[in-house]
């Protein structure tokens, strides 16, 4: 095929609200290095990332839930995931399913015409493991909210499935970061795992990979959500932040408490979460969406022997994992919306507003 020289591109321009997110109609088709492959992109999923980085959410400046629109205060030293400052203009964008176009002197030309997802975590493949030395697709470099796109040929996945290009970019960021949750808490079939925020993109992949794993799952969401959360397999569903969560639980599988909690959402609710786990419990945290500051009485950490685990950087054995998974039909994609490129930024406020059960995607057509 002919690659041309200029793309549409939407292009984030720096902190701030919505305005910051230009669409660009000539921007530059990227050239790949020695070890990177071409990817004319289909399609590309939204995840929180996206967002939290537009507005600065991660800068310790801001105390409040997030809420996708601009902050009075920012901090220049740590407004991204990483703590460290991201370079404008930038194309975000970590979710990208497409077909390998042009490839690296370095890189297998038989990867041409396959069909890819993208792993996010950009590595020293020198030493993978490292996590200081990490970056996100889309965050320290460009992602795939643009017609093409480059990226390491080991940032990718061969995925042989009947599954659409939108559906295929529902996994990779929320899933692995989902999958990489569980496996920091050891979640096995002798578990019961209470999912907070069970409707978002990694929420409803929570529900999937601990019933996987054979776990008894909790979902916690508004009711509104239930009968889709029921579809995942979920055991037994809590509606969103219930006044006594152990009665609660009490109720819906027989007991007070569980030995997994695994959370999303962070804010006022976390005390109760936190005092629902079992002696020896294990709570694991991907997100703070309802606010990142809450109230930890360390009696409760402490004397109940329970395990604390932040889980954002993942070892590269999850994201191969979640490409077989997909192959074996052994997950199923929660597509919510589907949006043109040209239409991100509704796309995003959709996102944002929650109201959503899944992913939303960006499509190329």
């Given at each position: 095929?002919?690659?041309?020289?200029?793309?549409?591109?939407?292009?984030?321009?720096?902190?701030?609200?919505?305005?910051?997110?230009?669409?660009?109609?000539?921007?530059?088709?990227?050239?790949?290095?020695?070890?990177?492959?071409?990817?004319?992109?289909?399609?590309?999923?939204?995840?929180?990332?996206?967002?939290?980085?537009?507005?600065?959410?991660?800068?310790?400046?801001?105390?409040?839930?997030?809420?996708?629109?601009?902050?009075?205060?920012?901090?220049?030293?740590?407004?991204?995931?990483?703590?460290?400052?991201?370079?404008?203009?930038?194309?975000?964008?970590?979710?990208?399913?497409?077909?390998?176009?042009?490839?690296?002197?370095?890189?297998?030309?038989?990867?041409?015409?396959?069909?890819?997802?993208?792993?996010?975590?950009?590595?020293?493949?020198?030493?993978?493991?490292?996590?200081?030395?990490?970056?996100?697709?889309?965050?320290?470099?460009?992602?795939?909210?643009?017609?093409?796109?480059?990226?390491?040929?080991?940032?990718?996945?061969?995925?042989?499935?009947?599954?659409?290009?939108?559906?295929?970019?529902?996994f990779s960021c929320?899933?692995?970061?989902?999958?990489?949750?569980?496996?920091?808490?050891?979640?096995?079939?002798?578990?019961t795992v209470l999912?907070?925020?069970?409707?978002?993109?990694?929420?409803?992949?929570?529900?999937?990979?601990?019933?996987?794993?054979?776990?008894?799952?909790?979902?916690?969401?508004?009711?509104?959500?239930?009968?889709?959360?029921?579809?995942?397999?979920?055991?037994?569903?809590?509606?969103?932040?219930?006044?006594?969560?152990?009665?609660?639980?009490?109720?819906?599988?027989?007991?007070?408490?569980?030995?997994?909690?695994?959370?999303?959402?962070?804010?006022?609710?976390?005390?109760?979460?936190?005092?629902?786990?079992?002696?020896?419990?294990?709570?694991?945290?991907?997100?703070?969406?309802?606010?990142?500051?809450?109230?930890?009485?360390?009696?409760?950490?402490?004397?109940?022997?329970?395990?604390?685990?932040?889980?954002?950087?993942?070892?590269?054995?999850?994201?191969?994992?979640?490409?077989g998974y997909i192959?074996?039909?052994?997950?199923?994609?929660?597509?919510?919306?589907?949006?043109?490129?040209?239409?991100?930024?509704?796309?995003?406020?959709?996102?944002?507003?929650?109201?959503?059960?899944?992913?939303?995607?960006?499509?190329?057509?």
């Amino acid at each position: 095929m002919t690659i041309p020289t200029t793309m549409r591109a939407f292009v984030l321009t720096g902190h701030g609200d919505m305005d910051k997110l230009v669409l660009h109609t000539d921007w530059p088709v990227p050239s790949p290095s020695s070890k990177q492959v071409l990817i004319k992109v289909a399609a590309c999923g939204l995840n929180n990332t996206d967002v939290n980085t537009r507005s600065g959410w991660y800068s310790k400046a801001v105390t409040e839930a997030t809420t996708g629109g601009a902050y009075d205060a920012v901090n220049n030293e740590d407004p991204t995931w990483g703590g460290a400052p991201v370079t404008f203009p930038r194309i975000q964008g970590a979710d990208a399913c497409g077909t390998v176009v042009a490839v690296g002197e370095s890189v297998d030309k038989n990867l041409i015409g396959k069909r890819v997802i993208t792993d996010g975590w950009i590595r020293d493949w020198s030493d993978p493991m490292n996590m200081d030395s990490t970056g996100y697709f889309g965050s320290e470099c460009d992602g795939g909210y643009a017609d093409y796109t480059v990226t390491d040929y080991r940032n990718i996945g061969v995925v042989n499935s009947n599954m659409t290009d939108a559906e295929l970019a529902t996994f990779s960021c929320s899933y692995s970061t989902a999958e990489g949750m569980l496996a920091r808490a050891n979640v096995t079939d002798a578990d019961t795992v209470l999912v907070m925020g069970a409707s978002g993109g990694v929420g409803s992949a929570l529900v999937q990979l601990a019933k996987r794993r054979g776990a008894t799952v909790v979902a916690m969401a508004s009711e509104s959500k239930h009968e889709a959360l029921a579809k995942l397999g979920a055991d037994a569903l809590l509606p969103r932040n219930p006044e006594n969560l152990k009665a609660a639980l009490k109720k819906v599988v027989g007991k007070n408490q569980v030995s997994v909690v695994a959370d999303v959402v962070g804010g006022p609710y976390f005390g109760e979460s936190l005092d629902a786990l079992q002696r020896g419990g294990r709570y694991t945290c991907s997100g703070a969406i309802a606010g990142p500051i809450v109230e930890l009485d360390l009696r409760t950490f402490y004397l109940r022997d329970l395990t604390l685990t932040g889980s954002t950087v993942i070892p590269p054995k999850i994201f191969n994992d979640l490409v077989g998974y997909i192959e074996r039909d052994e997950i199923k994609p929660i597509l919510a919306a589907q949006f043109p490129l040209e239409e991100l930024k509704t796309a995003q406020q959709m996102f944002i507003d929650k109201k959503h059960t899944g992913n939303i995607v960006v499509t190329m057509d």
